[in-house]
């Protein structure tokens, strides 16, 4: 769904201070929303599980025993050149490389007007010129998030190879999905930094790292609750990760909000649960299935709100948002290959692509989505700014669920449909109250999350 990288945003002012209450009622909604995933809607038929090593959980124990196979040496190498003293004593060719992946350079502040967050505009361009403009932007973003999302659902829930006599295959190693993803978006990444003018760069690159290993383990958490979810589900969870989010600002970043911001959690959590408890009807689903895919949303929502505050914490160093999707997708490829590797999963994953061509075309169409989706997103922000992009991402995901239910024909209810009008009825509420706080000359108190795949 959808990897985190935040544009660049001053840190939030707010015009009163509510008191710890606002904390609870932030953890309460965030629970009232995340356990409607065990609503009545059946989740997609499981594919059978050979053996224990098969479990989502146990996959998920192994992939973070292989990420920590590089975390592990790495944080002893760190710790061993900062008390050795290693700037004032450190020669050779390697210094250079030491000294910008433990040391960086000196963080130098830099206005989000100056990188992504603001809409840039040269010259006077006309307003056909605009309006062409942003034409492009949206019908880029729209044409490559809705084929992700198709993509995404047909790659976790569909078989293949399926014929008279034959079942078939599913995909099952999410994992591989999000390592393909990752090498691509890097070397998009890299490509565009070297044809294009970027500020030097100061942060220690290990810092990345942290980002990184949530990003990686949030987009795992993405791809896996669709064994146990519908799409739609995932993409109204995903909606209401605004809870969340500013759950983990006030206890990471000690971040206030506005009484406004409460209001349109509190609509998006009543939303939220609406469409779920209203979907099903007889196929209720087993409590195992239920408790894993609440347990695999929470964990994505809680691994994606935690990169979005460390990365918005990282652009006190002076870089670019390309420089930034550059960082992060490098540890990315560096953690999931080293632990497919490890697993032999890169093998088999291979292998499956051998037998099955079209589940190589999709992996790679759900790659390419993925890259050129993000430079679309760092483009819009750019030209036109965080508000203009947050409503075409909230537009992309309303077509989202309408796309999944007529392609694989989700049953919606008169209930779910109001609930879904509610969500995205508080989602623009947002996007309008944060333009009226800036006309104000107030600043916003949430950054603009980028959609991360």
């Known amino acids: 769904g959808t990897e985190s990288f935040p544009a660049p945003a001053p840190p939030a002012l707010s015009m009163g201070r509510p008191d710890r209450t606002g904390c609870r009622c932030l953890l309460l909604l965030s629970l009232v929303s995340i356990w409607g995933v065990s609503a009545d809607e059946p989740p997609p038929e499981l594919p059978p599980q050979d053996s224990w090593g098969d479990l989502w959980l146990v996959r998920f124990i192994l992939n973070v025993g292989g990420y920590g196979t590089i975390l592990l040496p790495g944080f002893l190498l760190i710790r061993y050149f900062k008390r050795s003293n290693y700037l004032e004593t450190g020669r050779g060719l390697c210094y250079p490389v030491v000294k910008s992946c433990v040391f960086g350079h000196e963080p130098k502040s830099l206005a989000p007007e100056e990188t992504a967050a603001a809409p840039r505009v040269e010259g006077d361009p006309s307003t056909a010129q605009q309006a062409l403009k942003l034409l492009f932007c949206a019908a880029g973003l729209q044409v490559s998030y809705l084929t992700w999302g198709v993509l995404q659902e047909r790659v976790m829930t569909r078989t293949y190879g399926s014929e008279e006599g034959s079942p078939g295959e599913r995909f099952r190693d999410s994992q591989f999905l999000v390592f393909m993803n990752r090498i691509l978006a890097l070397t998009v990444a890299g490509v565009y930094c070297s044809i294009s003018k970027q500020p030097r760069h100061g942060a220690p690159m290990y810092k990345y790292s942290f980002a990184s290993l949530s990003n990686i383990l949030s987009s795992w958490c993405q791809y896996e609750a669709l064994k146990f979810i519908s799409f739609p589900t995932q993409v109204l969870a995903k909606a209401s990760k605004v809870i969340p989010v500013m759950l983990m600002g006030k206890l990471v970043s000690h971040k206030t909000y506005e009484y406004w911001e409460y209001l349109t959690a509190v609509l998006i959590s009543v939303g939220v649960s609406m469409f779920l408890l209203s979907n099903g009807g007889g196929n209720r689903p087993s409590g195992v299935t239920t408790f894993s895919g609440v347990v695999i949303l929470s964990g994505y929502i809680v691994f994606d709100s935690f990169t979005s505050n460390w990365q918005d914490s990282l652009f006190k160093y002076k870089m670019s948002s390309v420089q930034m999707m550059f960082g992060v997708n490098l540890f990315s490829c560096l953690f999931t290959v080293g632990s497919l590797l490890e697993q032999g999963a890169l093998l ?69 449909g109001v609930g879904v009008a509610v969500v995205f009825l508080a989602l623009f509420l947002r996007v309008y109250a944060r333009g009226r706080m800036r006309k104000k000359g107030r600043k916003a108190a949430d950054t603009p999350v980028v959609q991360k795949v």
Do not use: W
């Open 348 to 416: 088999e994953a291979v292998h499956f692509m051998s037998r099955h061509p079209d589940f190589a075309f999709h992996a790679a169409l759900l790659s390419v989505c993925s890259a050129f989706g993000q430079l679309f997103i760092f483009y819009t922000i750019n030209k036109f700014g965080a508000a203009i992009f947050t409503i075409i991402m909230t537009l992309r995901q309303a077509l989202a669920i309408l796309l999944s239910c007529l392609l694989y024909g989700h049953p919606v209810t008169a209930v779910g």
